[in-house]
């Protein structure tokens, strides 16, 4: 965070392309050296409607969209009013003075003939983004070079399209060039730096699974999860994986499992909505002793609610899913780089505890790029705890549901030994048959909650951020880690001593050393996209001990920084 | 070594009542995988919940009994995963075209190369004889206390309307024909439905063996022409004093879901094949 950030927003509707020159803009900001935050603001339509892309550029790491703007690029005349208001002074308001029609004066306005000059110099008018992603880079001094090395990459798989959409690039770059000293904001410019790539936090969760050797994906579309399918689908045929777009989630869910136990890895999207259609096979799933990994990606509302928008509100939900009781872990990535990992290591905990593991995400992280280091997968290794040749020969008898102190039963595929392989959904005896037996029916219940042990140690303690001499303290978990954390750089430099405890584990929860911190604290409050604040009910429940204050937005939208600064100086300090 | 019927027994108690059809139906099964030499560990049958669905219990092969109505998403995967592994899916007629209904329509739909085996008795024997999908109207439950006025599905008339590879009714009071139907589904490049009608002798006291024996007859020894799918039809949609049962279509030239998978169409099965972290490296540099 760095008070010279820059803050770009796209606006339009559906359909206009805010996306395209928010990502190509964001990546010739990245290529430049720059750290760059973008969140996306989509209504749940096709066509019209009132969308944004906005774009956060800083020379320091950024994890969080910031007001005010300094840049709007207004794609009609609806998006100059609605945002005219969050712009700086000094700032800049890019329009198509010829079509859309703005009345009063503004000497932040630049109008341009975006469409004229796309035609004219490009040869046709839906270059118009690539005129004004020129005029922006203009106004903050870029040369024109970053930007045409990059569109030549961007649009090489449609060679018809690069000439032209460069040529209306330099159209809109040097029409704004005469008039870009109306913009005296904030100019980062390009630097020295490693590469970095520049991806969504759903991107993430896909290369990971890719990593992880996933082989097998079904799922049912639904917002915001449906990117990850999309990913994977792009990908399928280089990979040697199946994307198989399932009847509903029930299915979807059920092949997972299936592909699980015939021996590749395999996984799941979806929404709440669609993960209410899940919850029975979930617990199929953890009976079975099915290795799975699940990702919800969290959105507001019961039913339908809101599609398109950010909350963070079926922990519980997850944590609780399904009848009866039965080991599960939940993860909740804050970050691109997490999503990547813990998707990594989703799928090695299922495999090597034989247990369905939940991913959560939602839609302020499946949606927003993050700039982050490449990631490095040279460590990784990929261990599917199955039998060896070697420990199936010193076998007496095979036996899927062995009773064993660690509650890990050896696991073999169907076909690969001499032997048959059962899998369950009845209480079962060792063999996985169907049992009613009362002592039969315990051990296994016991067995199978035997592997909590392990699981336990397996999770990573909650971050601790921020002042670690503060003796209040901020909790969350998940994708609010970007503004928490922002929040708490801000309020450190107003003095104030708080630190912060971030969860991206949180199941089993790890109940002794977050004891500790909180025992540590004079105060604490919590941070949560949702309305009951589910992670203070965790540690209520887990430790008895309740936060005293509640930092908690459920609109659908996305904290920011200075929303929590605000909230906490109010709930905390009082 | 010759395979016997030896080889697929086990000594797990079963919970089906006695002269129940589902005995001949899982005799007809263990002497169909014998004949087509089929070993035990090298076939999965896949299950959903019921009376029939517990029969991989009672046949030592590998099996995966899971979800009521959810059978038919598991056996797909389990194909996509390892396409090497013979899957046959059994179940009840609530179970397969009640619960399972969508999932019906679907796995005909993407033809993947598994059998499946419904035992059609018409009724929900587990939870205490109520109306199942393919129940005929009138019939009297606890439930449909003023006789089931719903129209009955018909499985093979829909299967034959998706123009699937195999589409055949068994009868549960003839092994040899049954165990016959069986081989040439589970040899089928396809999806292939044996729908079997198996009387359920603890709840429906109309269709008894006897109540079929005096109806059904084989469609195969009348001169009808499989391939022929107006015809097809026509015949499932018989039913009165004479009802008919074997192979009322067959579709060759239907491309399976493996033939038509990029992924899948060539190579060994995804189970098999080894993981590439240059193709991953790779992939993560798009991104910078």
Known sequence: MMNGDLNIMVAGEAGQGMQTIGVILGKVFVRGGCDVFASQDNMSRIRGGHNFFQIRVSHELVRTSSMPLHILIALNGESVQLHRQEVVLNGVILFDSEKSHVSEEDNRYLGMPLERLALEQGGNKIFSNSVAIGATLAILGWDFKNLENYLSEYFSIKADMVEGNIKAARAGFEDALIRSNRYSGPKPLPQESRAKMFLTGHEAVALGALTAGCQFMSAYPMSPSTSIMMFLAGNADEFDMVVEQAEDEIAAINMAIGASYAGIRSMTATSGGGFSLMVEAFGLAAISETPLVVIDAQRPGPATGLPTRTEQADLLFVLHASQDEFPRVIFAPGTAREAFYQTIKAFEIADKYQVPVVVLTDQCLADSYFTEDRFNISGIQINRYLLSEGEVNSLKKYKRYQITESGISPRAIPGAFGFEVAADSHEHDEDGHITEDAYIRKEMVEKRFRKMKGLTKEISLPKQIGNQEGDLLLVGWGSTYGAMAEAIEILNSDGIAVKGMYFNELWPFPAKQVSEVLNEANKWAVVENNYTAQLARLSQMELQKKPDGHILKYTGRPFMPEEIVDAFRREVLG | ?288
């Open chain 2, 1 to 288: 070594m010759t395979i016997t019927i030896k080889d697929f027994e086990n000594d797990v108690p079963m919970a089906w009542c006695p002269g129940c059809g589902n005995f001949s139906i899982l005799n007809a099964l263990k002497q169909a995988l014998v004949e087509l030499e089929l070993k035990s560990h090298e076939i999965v049958l896949v299950s959903g919940i019921g009376q029939a669905a517990k029969l991989p219990h009672y046949l030592k092969c590998n099996f995966f009994n899971g979800l009521h109505g959810r059978s038919l998403p598991v056996a797909t995967a389990i194909r996509i995963a390892n396409s090497d592994l013979p899957v046959i899916v059994i179940g009840g007629d609530g179970d397969t075209y009640g619960e399972g209904g969508n999932h019906f329509m679907h796995a005909l739909r993407r033809n993947i190369n598994f059998t499946l085996i419904t035992h059609n008795n018409q009724v929900f024997g587990l939870t205490q004889g109520q109306a199942s999908p393919t129940t005929e109207r009138g019939f009297v439950t606890r439930v449909q206390t003023h006789g089931v006025f719903l129209n009955p599905l018909n499985p093979v008339t829909v299967a034959i309307a998706f123009e699937s590879p195999f589409v055949a009714r068994g009868f549960a009071g003839d092994i040899i024909h049954l165990t016959g139907l069986i081989k040439e589904a589970i040899t089928t490049k396809g999806f292939a439905l044996v729908d079997v009608f198996q009387p359920c002798v603890s709840y429906d006291r109309i269709h008894t063996f006897q109540w079929y024996k005096d109806r059904v007859y084989n469609l195969n020894d009348d001169g009808h022409d499989t391939q022929d799918l107006m015809a097809a039809i026509i015949k499932s949609k018989e039913w009165g004093n004479r009802i008919p049962t074997g192979i009322f279509y067959k579709n060759s030239e239907s491309l399976t879901f493996e033939q038509q998978s990029l992924v899948l169409k060539d190579g060994p099965p995804l189970v098999k094949r080894k993981h590439d972290p240059t193709k991953v490296e790779k992939l993560i540099d798009s991104f910078l």
